[in-house]
């Protein structure tokens, strides 16, 4: 426990590193994002996911679900999901982001996914993806966002 | 590697995955690098019988995924499943033997346990007779574990006093298809919801109660918009998320619905005459009627009529009908909706009738397809005979010649199996609760909380000598035990579940059982050998000694598996009876010429031949439409209706260890029609009393456009607050399943 | 001792000659061509003042690279000195 601690504030001192670099290739940034879409390369996010070690959830009382209280606190991404084939085959809030205490996962890695679509597995070696989030996004689950 | 090295492709990697590629390993390698091997199994949970691959890591089940091989789920598996390794070692697992001592439970030795069930049983026994001791079972159990049961009760013990919990869930589909078709289980399979062109679905929330079937249903409605979705539920559901047509009536009131509908087939020329002719018969249930005597008493439900009684639209009865008979394919689901009912055996006549005259049955796309709560209930239960009044492969305790034959597998004098058949389960308990049943013996399931009208029965079974062998402690069940047993969990052990569509799929053993905890069928060959009757059992060195001489008894039957031995079981993901031979692949559909058993000289040309029928034909049933036992009033205005959520599973005795889940729908609740609230004054999550002549519950309503108006909804998981203290324990007299599906209540707000 | 990674990206078509000159720098390894012109690099040096000189010279010194991001920078081994 101890050792993350200071692994996280070592990160700390690596922002203005990222700071320097995000000011000084802003161009090139928006150019590597065009590239190769926005989804991926984004250094912040990059930064936040590899630097979390374990994502905490805002702390509330939890006596209701997830939907039923995300549709209050963030309506577009609860209707976002209830639209999608998640939604409608009710995969809720939980399987992908945990229960929000015991766990918690702000951005689910491949191999939750693969758990319930394991014919969908797939050996991203050949391809230009590194997780289903590459293609999918997460929430509609469209292609591409088609 | 060292760890230089190991730093340098950690940073690597993050590199890759910024721009979208894996430049390490792939799935399987990394697999292999953490040390995971992955075992093919099947799902714990609902009658679907998901395949399921398990990942064991350092003796423990560490993931599972769905098995990609599997026809049933195709690597897909549902909430509950995606989260059932982390069961396996859950806090309320039971690890050790207890015994009730001074009205505590206190931990014991196995073998101090065991001496007091065989004594207490022993003495029961001989001082009031073999039918003051019972046996109470689950299609939960393996159908090895039912089956050493079975023979150690009715064989040797020689008590009929045998039952499970399938008798509260499918004892109506059995009798539906026992008096329509001849024989028990689905005339078809799975693959035909893969060609139907038209699904009906009755009292059943497929969404959430069997979700990888629905995800197949939904699968088929995105590429094929043009098929139809016809529900017949007195509560939308999330399943109505992909339905054409909702007909919502009157809790209770659907029969005429489903005659209404036979109707207009036969008025309009949607039947299959060439068909009708050859393979179905008319009956009034009492005696055999002609075509014509069918049609004239159909002639009452007209769509008007139907609608009438069950409060619809009569527009809509007309085109269910229309669409169930203009589309060349058709399949009908129905869950607890259809089976917990007074009359749920005759609905599930009337289900039948539909697809026996237009003769959507035994082809491909069309089947009527009940579908099944629990994973073994088909399988260990209704096949391997785990009720009161039959015996294993789909035999019947009043034949003569059923008793001669498995007596002789039992290697028992025939004399030992009573000819009478024992109580079933609402009479089992009710004689519990009177002392007549004076020693319990409850495996793998949580009555406590399950049986209807609860009040009635809890005090008994208090009483009885109570011996319970569950893997999880506390349940309501086993806080009234007398003796605990730990029971191995899912993994823990070995064996076979059967599920909905006839389908046999085996479960290896890949870790330890948790603590003491051991098989529930060395628990009862441990029990056979207190008991004296060991030597019929000292063959059963493991499951699969079981599950061989429980192929005996399928051999040359209906259910034939004697094709289905543990060697073959372990490559094959599952085998669809009949299977007669191990080169046999199985059965699609029943009574026709891919069948083993289809008798080709007496067909004569005939697509189908029932042969649980003498004569080969199924039967088309006029049954009168009758409403439910206990009727709405004015004192209890509403109509309640209990039922499931994705989440849980029952008693949630397995979904209630996992966070998540238990986050997903944390408490129970009411769900109340949103003009209902608005009349009452109720406001959604305002705490609220629901009444019924049982008893009364304090929930938070939910207000919502669910439950039609005048019904009420309560899930029935949460033992903090037990739906079953509110309903009623009326039953069908055909298969003595209860009316959960059906009560009068009113509701306050408090 | 810390250990970095970076996407050096290059002109369309560039790639293998800005590989083969990010191969000679000391230190510094390459993981490849991905995507058509994204190199993966893990570099080895002694602190931040260091990798921002080499990111500046990467981006200075070698022609057709047009952007150097850093993705990651392990600090473990100096917070345990």
């Known amino acids: 426990m101890k050792q993350k601690t200071r692994l996280n504030l070592a990160w700390l001192m690596l922002i203005p590193v990222f700071v320097f670099w995000a000011c000084a290739q802003t161009e090139t940034a928006q150019q590597l994002n065009q590239a190769i879409g926005p989804e991926q390369a984004m250094v912040p996010a990059q930064l936040a996911e590899a630097g979390a070690e374990q994502d905490e959830h805002p702390d509330v009382e939890f006596t209701e679900s997830c939907y039923d209280c995300h549709r209050e606190e963030t309506p577009e991404v609860a209707e976002l999901w209830h639209n999608s084939m998640h939604g409608v085959v009710n995969v809720g809030c939980f399987v992908c982001h945990g229960d929000g205490t015991t766990e918690f996962v702000v951005r689910p890695t491949t191999e939750r996914c693969i758990a319930c679509h394991s014919p969908k597995e797939v050996d991203f070696s050949n391809t230009e993806a590194s997780s289903c989030f590459s293609c999918h996004n997460g929430h509609t689950l469209k292609f591409h966002n088609e | ?750 | 001792m810390l250990i970095s990674s970076m996407i050096v990206k290059t002109r369309p078509g560039k790639a293998e000659t800005v590989l083969t000159q990010l191969q000679k720098i000391p230190r510094v390894t390459t993981y490849g061509v991905h995507r058509g012109n994204n190199i993966i690099v893990v570099a080895e040096i002694h602190d931040i003042k260091q990798l921002e000189n080499l990111t500046a010279f990467i981006m200075e010194s070698i022609d057709d690279v047009l952007s150097v991001s850093p993705t990651y920078i392990n600090f473990e081994d100096e917070i345990q000195e």
């Open chain 2, 1 to 750: 590697m060292d760890r230089r090295e190991f730093l340098k492709a950690t940073a690597a990697s993050a590199a890759a995955a910024s721009i979208g590629v894996d430049l390490f390993l792939k799935p399987s390698q990394a697999d292999a690098a953490a040390g995971v091997t992955w075992h093919k199994s099947v799902c714990r949970f609902c009658g679907v019988g998901c395949g399921m691959m398990v990942g064991v890591k350092d003796g423990k089940v560490v993931s599972v995924k769905g098995d990609k091989e599997s026809t049933v789920n195709r690597g897909f598996l549902c909430v509950k499943g995606f989260y059932l390794y982390k069961v396996i070692t859950a806090k309320s697992r039971l690890r050790y033997p207890m015994i009730r001592k001074n009205g505590k439970l206190v931990r014991a030795s196995w073998d101090e346990a065991m001496d007091l069930v065989a004594t207490k049983f022993r003495e029961v026994i001989d001082r009031y007779g073999p039918d003051a001791v019972a046996f109470y079972g689950s299609g939960q159990a393996e159908t090895e574990e039912t089956y050493i049961a079975n023979k150690l009760f009715k064989g040797h013990i020689g008590t009929n006093n045998f039952e499970g919990n399938p008798r509260l869930c499918m004892a109506s589909a059995v009798g539906g298809y026992l008096t329509t078709f001849g024989a028990d289980e689905p005339v078809g399979s799975y693959d035909d919801l893969d060609e139907a062109e038209v699904f009906l679905i009755v009292g059943s929330n497929t969404a959430e109660c069997h979700p990888v079937l629905f995800d197949r249903i939904v699968e088929r409605k995105t590429k094929d918009p043009h098929i139809k979705i016809i529900i017949i539920d007195p509560r939308k559901t999330p399943t109505d998320r992909v339905a054409d047509l909702h007909i919502q009536p009157i809790p209770g009131y659907d029969l005429a619905i489903l005659h209404a509908m036979a109707r207009i087939i036969v008025k309009e020329g949607y039947t299959d005459e060439q068909f009708i002719k050859e393979s179905v018969n008319f009956s009034d249930g009492k005696k055999k009627i002609s075509y014509e005597e069918y049609k004239q008493f159909l002639e009452k439900f007209t769509p008007e009529y139907a609608a009438k009684v069950a409060d619809v639209n009569p527009d809509d009865i007309v085109k269910a009908a229309r669409w169930f008979g203009q589309s060349p394919t058709a399949v009908t689901l129905w869950t607890m909706g259809v089976n917990q009912r007074t009359r749920g055996v005759w609905l599930n006549n009337l289900i039948h009738n539909l697809h026996l005259l237009t003769g959507k049955i035994g082809k491909p796309g069309c089947d009527s397809l009940s579908l099944t709560g629990q994973p073994n209930a088909c399988g260990g239960v209704r096949e391997g005979g785990g009720l009161a009044h039959i015996l294993p492969g789909h035999r019947k305790i009043v034949n003569p010649q059923h008793r001669k034959e498995i007596a002789a597998i039992w290697k028992v004098p025939v004399s030992n199996i009573n000819p009478k058949p024992g109580k079933h389960t609402i009479a089992l308990f009710e004689a519990v609760a009177k002392g007549e049943i004076k020693a319990l013996y409850v495996m793998c399931t949580n009555p406590a909380q399950s049986l209807p009208n609860l009040k009635k029965f809890l005090k008994g079974m208090k009483d009885v000598f109570l011996v319970v062998a569950d893997a999880f402690h506390p349940t309501e069940t086993t806080k009234l035990a007398d003796v605990l047993l730990p029971a191995a969990f899912w993994s823990e052990k070995e064996g076979v579940y059967g599920c909905t569509e006839r389908r046999s799929q085996y479960m290896p053993k890949l870790v330890e059982p948790l603590g003491e905890a051991r098989w529930d069928g060395d628990i009862l060959i441990d029990l056979a050998r207190r008991l004296g009757y060991g030597k019929n059992f000292e063959h059963f060195k493991t499951p699969e000694d079981v599950w061989n001489e429980y192929l005996l008894t399928t051999k040359g039957r209906d259910m034939d598996l004697m094709g289905a031995p543990y060697w073959r079981l372990k490559k094959v993901r599952g085998l669809r009876w009949p299977v007669p031979t191990t080169d046999h692949p199985g059965t699609r559909h029943r009574f026709t010429e891919g069948d083993p058993l289809f008798p080709k000289d007496k067909a004569k040309g005939r697509r189908m031949y029932f042969y649980g029928k003498p004569d080969g034909r199924a039967v088309v049933f006029a049954r009168p439409d009758k409403g439910p036992e206990e009727p709405t009033d004015a004192e209890y205005p509403f109509a309640l209706t209990t039922g499931r959520v994705l989440e849980h599973f029952h008693t949630m005795t397995m979904t209630g260890t996992v966070p998540q889940l238990v986050r997903a729908v944390p408490g129970p609740y009411v769900e109340i029609n949103p003009k209902d609230a608005a009349r009452l004054g109720i406001a959604d999550r305002d705490t609220v009393k629901v009444i019924t002549r049982r008893g009364e519950l304090e929930l938070t309503a939910r207000v919502i456009d669910r439950p039609r108006e005048k019904t009420l909804f309560v899930p029935w998981h949460w033992s903090e607050k037990l739906a079953n203290l509110l309903t009623i324990d009326a039953f069908d007299p055909g298969s003595k399943e209860p009316e959960y599906k059906v009560c009068a209540a009113k509701i306050v707000k408090v």
